[in-house]
């Protein structure tokens, strides 16, 4: 059964959560989580 569709927030804000597989980290070090903040 797929999810049902994600309402639009009146305000805009959505809090965005990322995690890798298995819950294993997704960056190496702090320079990989603030060039994905940048490209964000």
């Given at each position: 059964?797929?999810?049902?569709r ?16 298995e819950k294993k980290?997704?960056?190496l070090?702090d ?7 940048e490209?964000?």
């Amino acid at each position: 059964m797929p999810r049902q569709r994600r309402k639009i927030s009146k305000t805009k804000v959505y809090h965005v959560m990322i995690r890798g597989n298995e819950k294993k980290n997704i960056f190496l070090d702090d320079e990989d989580r603030t060039k994905f903040l940048e490209i964000l």
